[in-house]
T-cell receptor, first 116, second 116 residues
Framework: AQTVTQSQPEMSVQEAETVTLSCTYDTSESNYYLFWYKQPPSRQMILVIRQEAYKQQNATENRFSVNFQKAAKSFSLEISDSQLGDTAMYFCAHGDSGAGSYQLTFGKGTKLSVIP | NAGVTQTPKFRILKIGQSMTLQCTQDMNHNYMYWYRQDPGMGLKLIYYSVGAGITDKGEVPNGYNVSRSTTEDFPLRLELAAPSQTSVYFC???????????????FGPGTRLTVT
C-alpha cells in the first residue's frame, strides 16, 4: 500500500517570506501523480498543484512550486511571497491507479500559519 | 456548474441511529469517492465508485454502505451510528480518464457528523 508522510505537523512563516513544506511517499509504481491540496478554515479542499511522475520538470502555479525528487520519493511545496490567505492545512497526496480506481492517499497534513 | 454538493453540512446523531449523507456532482465524472477526516489526520477512503452500478471498499468501509444508481449521485449510508464515526465526511469526484487529469479529484464542502 502507498504511504504519504508529512513530517512537519505545524509551520509558521512571516508574510512575504518563502516557506517549504515537506512530503515523502512510498510507491512501487513507476507512473503516478502527486498533489498538494489546501484546506483553509472553511474546510473546503482546494487543489493547489499537481506533478506527473514521468515529467522531470517541477510544476509551478503562480506563487506555488514543487521540488520533485523521484529517486528520493520526495515532493516538497514551496510558497513564495506568503500571504495571510495562505494560512491553512496543506495535504500532500499520491495518486494510485490500483485496480483502475485512481485513488488518492493523503498525508496527515501540515498546518501553516502566516504571521503578519 | 455547482461542482460537488453535499448535504447536510452538519448533523448530530444519537448512538444507534441511521442516516444518509447525500452527494451530487454535475461534472459528468465517472469516478466518485467518500472520505472521512478525523482530527489531526488526513483523509481516509471509505468507499469509491468507478461508474453507475459499481462500488468498492476503500481503506475504512466498516459501518458504512453506498450505492450508485446514477452518474450524478453517490449517497453514503451510516447504519447503527457509533461514536467512532464522529468525523468530517468529504465526497469527491474525478474524471478517471486516462491522461493527466485522471487522478484529479474535486471535493464537496464536507459534512461534520457528531455521534453522541
Amino acid at each position: 500500500a502507498q504511504t504519504v508522510t508529512q513530517s512537519q505537523p505545524e509551520m509558521s512563516v512571516q508574510e512575504a517570506e518563502t516557506v517549504t513544506l515537506s512530503c515523502t511517499y512510498d510507491t512501487s509504481e513507476s507512473n503516478y501523480y502527486l498533489f498538494w491540496y489546501k484546506q483553509p478554515p472553511s474546510r473546503q479542499m482546494i487543489l493547489v498543484i499537481r506533478q506527473e511522475a514521468y515529467k522531470q520538470q517541477n510544476a509551478t502555479e503562480n506563487r506555488f512550486s514543487v521540488n520533485f525528487q523521484k529517486a528520493a520519493k520526495s515532493f516538497s511545496l514551496e510558497i513564495s511571497d506568503s500571504q495571510l490567505g495562505d494560512t491553512a492545512m496543506y495535504f500532500c497526496a499520491h495518486g494510485d491507479s490500483g485496480a483502475g480506481s485512481y485513488q488518492l492517499t493523503f498525508g496527515k497534513g501540515t498546518k501553516l500559519s502566516v504571521i503578519p | 456548474n455547482a461542482g460537488v454538493t453535499q448535504t447536510p453540512k452538519f448533523r448530530i446523531l444519537k448512538i444507534g441511529q441511521s442516516m444518509t449523507l447525500q452527494c451530487t456532482q454535475d461534472m459528468n465524472h465517472n469516478y466518485m469517492y467518500w472520505y472521512r477526516q478525523d482530527p489531526g489526520m488526513g483523509l481516509k477512503l471509505i468507499y469509491y465508485s468507478v461508474g453507475a452500478g459499481i462500488t468498492d471498499k476503500g481503506e475504512v468501509p466498516n459501518g458504512y454502505n453506498v450505492s450508485r444508481s446514477t452518474t450524478e449521485d453517490f449517497p453514503l449510508r451510516l447504519e447503527l451510528a457509533a461514536p467512532s464515526q464522529t468525523s468530517v465526511y468529504f465526497c469527491a469526484s474525478g474524471g478517471g480518464d486516462r491522461g493527466r487529469r485522471a487522478y484529479e479529484q474535486y471535493f464537496g464542502p464536507g459534512t461534520r457528523l457528531t455521534v453522541t
